[in-house]
T-cell receptor, first 115, second 113 residues
């Protein structure tokens, strides 16, 4: 059973470009969470999604950031018009369901560098 | 409201000596508490979790943590450090009904040969 997969592992973008980060949850998991880790900080919650639904996006910046988890395919975190402050590691986690909230399995992360 | 405070940003121990990583939490309701480890350029791995069962929780790789409600603490310990324990450790809290985990700022553990 493969773990949570994220790609790319490393992403370099210039200011103003778009970044797309992908997350494939563990098999059988229908809940996905995105976290951002700025340098020298802990992870901060961004958004929680189920298939085709955004459940909680209280941690998402108001502009330029969006997330989706379509019926088919991976979850996507999209950052438009990236700025240097977006440079961070972005982690995805998945869980089997709301009752198993305490069991979030993390992917290896995508490290975004904005030049 | 929930929050986590990791009291030490860096801890350095000699190989074979005990490890103590401190964590205090704040939570309005009965929390679930976790310790995660992050090795360089890797994802996070769950070490152990407390979810209102036994207050002394045993995890992987010889780590354990004790939930002390009176002290609002959940310190992580290991009797004897190994070189492979060098990593970043995060204390994490989650409340019933919450949709996400709240992370501390992390403690970087260095193990000296």
């Amino acid at each position: 059973n493969a773990g949570v997969m994220q790609n790319p592992r490393h992403l370099v973008r210039r200011r103003g470009q778009e970044a797309r980060l992908r997350c494939s949850p563990m098999k059988g998991h229908s809940h996905v969470y995105w976290y951002r880790q700025l340098p020298e900080e802990g992870l901060k919650f961004m958004v929680y999604l189920q298939k085709e639904n955004i459940i909680d996006e209280s941690g998402m910046p108001k502009e330029r950031f969006s997330a989706e988890f379509p019926k088919e395919g991976p979850s996507i975190l999209r950052i438009q018009q990236v700025v240097r402050g977006d440079s961070a590691a972005y982690f995805c986690a998945s869980s089997p369901g709301l009752a198993r909230l305490d069991e979030q399995f993390f992917g290896p992360g995508t490290r975004l560098t904005v030049l | 409201a929930q929050s986590v405070t990791q009291l030490d940003s860096h801890v350095s121990v000699s190989e074979g000596t005990p490890v103590l990583l401190r964590c205090n939490y704040s939570s309005s309701y009965s929390p679930s508490l976790f310790w995660y480890v992050q090795h360089p350029n890797k994802g996070l791995q769950l070490l152990l979790k407390y979810t209102s069962a036994a207050t002394l929780v045993k995890g992987i790789n010889g780590f354990e943590a004790e939930f002390k409600k009176s002290e609002t603490s959940f310190h992580l310990t290991k009797p004897s450090a190994h070189m492979s324990d060098a990593a970043e450790y995060f204390c994490v809290v989650s409340e019933a009904g919450a949709n996400n985990l709240f992370f501390g700022t992390g403690t970087r553990l260095t193990v000296i040969p």
